[in-house]
Each structure stands twice: as structure tokens, then as C-alpha cells.
């Protein structure tokens, strides 16, 4: 299986100690269906429970919500490789985990969202730059007058907190 951590644990694939979510997100790239991740996961202790699959032996739960990464409605089409003892894994770009967590803000008013990618942006300045951020966060299509206020805000606070560092 060919998958993409995404979501709020590329967050904190990124910035472990900021950040900690209950579940794994991924996206599947190879097209492998449910039913296959489930077989596969089975060999593996995994269950399903509702949507997510748990372990009895562990805390967090796995998600498989994509087939594709996407930000708003665009495909991700590059990643940010992540080097482990058990081996590397792929997981968004800080700039598109920031624009993610933006976009979670954006559409659904989530201002932990929002806090988490002001943080998420300040601790990896420089390891993004401010082309490459606003490439991501152009993606998103706030759609109506509220939500382009909240994407207004949330740009100005990451140009202001970034412009601080």
C-alpha cells in the first residue's frame, strides 16, 4: 500500500511536540480499496470501528479518508519524506499541513485550527518560505463572505507572526 499521512498528523509529523492528534489520517495512492486495507490491517491485530481502524494495543486509532491528498479540492502532488528507525514514511509539506489546518479554520470556523497552524508555521520557519506558503494557501476557496474573512485573517496572522521570527 502506497499511503500519505495526512491531516493533523502531518502537523505533528512535523512538530512532534506541538501537536499530537488521537488518530493516523492517511491517504491511499495506489488505489487499493477498503476492503484490501481492511484485509491487510486484520494480519496486523487492527479491527474496524466505525470508520477508523483500532488496535487493543494501542492509544490512537487509523483513518484512510482519501484516495488522493487534497487541499480543497486540488491534489497534493509533492510530499515531504520522513525518516524513522522503522523506516521513512510520506507525509504533506509543512506548507500544505499548514494550509490544511487554514482551511479547517476557513470552512468550519475551527480555531484550534487556525492555532495550531500559527504555531505549526512558527516553529518550521525556516524550513518554508513565504512563496511556497502562499502557493499552498491559495488553494483555498473560502466561497462566501464569512469564510473569506476568517482566510483574510488567518493570512495576516501567518505574514505577521512569520515577519516576527
Same mark, same amino acid.
Not at 502531518?10 to 491517504?27: E, G, R
Not at 486495507?37 to 479518508?65: M, N
Given at each position: 500500500?502506497?499511503?500519505?499521512?495526512?491531516?493533523?498528523?502531518?502537523?505533528?509529523?512535523?512538530?512532534?511536540?506541538?501537536?499530537?492528534?488521537?488518530?493516523?489520517?492517511?491517504?491511499?495512492?495506489?488505489?487499493?480499496?477498503?476492503?484490501?486495507?481492511? #484485509?491487510?490491517?486484520?494480519?496486523?491485530?487492527?479491527?474496524?470501528?466505525?470508520?477508523?481502524?483500532?488496535?487493543?494495543?494501542?492509544?490512537?486509532?487509523?483513518?484512510?479518508?482519501?484516495?488522493?491528498?487534497?487541499?480543497?479540492?486540488?491534489?497534493?502532488?509533492?510530499?515531504?519524506?520522513?525518516?524513522?528507525?522503522?523506516?521513512?514514511?510520506?507525509?504533506?509539506?509543512?506548507?500544505?499541513?499548514?494550509?490544511?489546518?487554514?482551511?479547517?479554520?476557513?470552512?468550519?470556523?475551527?480555531?484550534?485550527?487556525?492555532?495550531?497552524?500559527?504555531?505549526? #508555521?512558527?516553529?518550521?520557519?525556516?524550513?518554508?518560505?513565504?512563496?511556497?506558503?502562499?502557493?499552498?494557501?491559495?488553494?483555498?476557496?473560502?466561497?462566501?463572505?464569512?469564510?473569506?474573512?476568517?482566510?483574510?485573517?488567518?493570512?495576516?496572522?501567518?505574514?505577521?507572526?512569520?515577519?516576527?521570527?
Amino acid at each position: 500500500m502506497d499511503v500519505v499521512v495526512i491531516g493533523g498528523s502531518a502537523v505533528t509529523s512535523h512538530a512532534p511536540a506541538l501537536y499530537t492528534s488521537d488518530d493516523i489520517d492517511f491517504a491511499v495512492l495506489s488505489g487499493v480499496r477498503q476492503r484490501e486495507i481492511a #484485509a491487510s490491517l486484520a494480519k496486523l491485530g487492527f479491527s474496524r470501528a466505525g470508520r477508523s481502524y483500532a488496535h487493543p494495543d494501542l492509544t490512537f486509532t487509523l483513518d484512510f479518508v482519501a484516495d488522493w491528498p487534497l487541499i480543497e479540492a486540488e491534489p497534493v502532488k509533492h510530499f515531504f519524506k520522513i525518516e524513522t528507525p522503522f523506516g521513512p514514511y510520506d507525509t504533506l509539506t509543512v506548507e500544505d499541513a499548514i494550509a490544511d489546518r487554514v482551511a479547517s479554520f476557513v470552512h468550519w470556523n475551527d480555531r484550534q485550527g487556525l492555532d495550531v497552524a500559527l504555531a505549526l #508555521a512558527a516553529s518550521t520557519r525556516e524550513r518554508w518560505g513565504a512563496a511556497s506558503l502562499e502557493s499552498a494557501l491559495s488553494v483555498i476557496d473560502p466561497g462566501d463572505a464569512a469564510s473569506s474573512k476568517r482566510l483574510r485573517l488567518a493570512c495576516d496572522l501567518l505574514i505577521t507572526s512569520s515577519s516576527t521570527l
